[in-house]
């Protein structure tokens, strides 16, 4: 059962527009949303993140949008750079005893020059 | 302020071998999580160390260990290696508070790239 579903797959995207991820969760218990970037070779590095009090959440060029009805949260990446081209994922976590991430399959971002 | 390592950053070993992996986290941390990401695919969970004991595993199988020492450093070892074993395997680290709490923050390193032949 996957519990965090990422959209698209992947993403062309020219240089200056805005590049827009979707994902949708279904545990009602998750309380913690983050978005990462990797880049190939690399290690996720953690982008921003929301939580469900916020309906929306801005750092730089990357907006996070929040759903809380609809069990989702998009991330908006707004005048995309090629610098920008890189796998992204959404991810949650629910409040316990511990934290752990659960992860979406990934977005592949282009940025065209 | 220093950030997640991990060692070796790659390796090759053949099926039925055994492998260790080792982290360091960032400091001020004092719990390590473990994740498996093949290939185009998010990381998968494997498990969580706090206090130097396993807080929480994921869906794999025993032969996935680890250990965390009280310098919160930590190695994850595999036996009897597969060949889907293939992947690349984080360690990110993070502060968790003694009274658990909303998810918090988790910092990855660059990850070991793992090849069973």
């Known amino acids: 059962q996957q519990q965090v579903k990422q959209s698209p797959q992947s993403l062309i995207v020219q240089k200056g527009g805005i590049s827009i991820i979707n994902c949708a969760y279904e545990?009602?218990?998750?309380?913690?949303f983050p978005w990462y970037q990797q880049f190939p070779g690399k290690g996720p590095a953690l982008l921003i993140a929301?939580?469900?009090?916020?309906s929306e959440k801005k750092e730089g060029r990357f907006t996070i949008s929040f759903n809380k009805s609809a069990k989702q949260f998009s991330l908006h990446i707004m005048d995309s750079q090629p610098g920008d081209s890189a796998t992204y994922f959404c991810?949650?976590?629910?409040?316990?005893?511990?934290?752990?991430?659960?992860f979406g399959k990934g977005t592949m971002l282009l940025v065209s020059p | 302020e220093t950030g997640v390592t991990q060692s070796p950053t790659h390796l090759i070993k053949t099926r039925g071998q055994q492998v260790t992996l080792r982290c360091s986290s960032q400091?001020?941390?004092?719990?390590v999580s473990w994740y498996q990401q093949a290939l185009g695919q998010g990381p998968q969970f494997i498990f969580q160390?706090?206090?130097?004991?396993?807080?929480g595993r994921g869906n794999f199988p025993p032969r996935f260990s680890g250990l965390q020492f009280p310098n919160y450093s930590s190695e994850l070892n595999v036996n009897a290696l597969e060949l889907d074993d293939s992947a690349l395997y984080l360690c990110?680290?993070?502060?968790?508070?003694?009274?658990?709490?909303?998810?918090?923050?988790?910092?990855f390193g660059p990850g070991t790239r793992l090849t069973v032949l």
């Open positions: 990110a680290s993070s502060l968790a508070s003694l009274a658990g709490g909303p998810g918090s923050e988790q910092f």
């Open positions: 545990n009602t218990a998750f309380d913690y």
């Open positions: 929301i939580r469900p009090d916020v």
């Open positions: 991810a949650a976590s629910k409040k316990s005893g511990y934290s752990t991430l659960t």
């Open positions: 400091s001020g941390h004092n719990t």
């Open positions: 160390y706090y206090r130097e004991e396993e807080n």
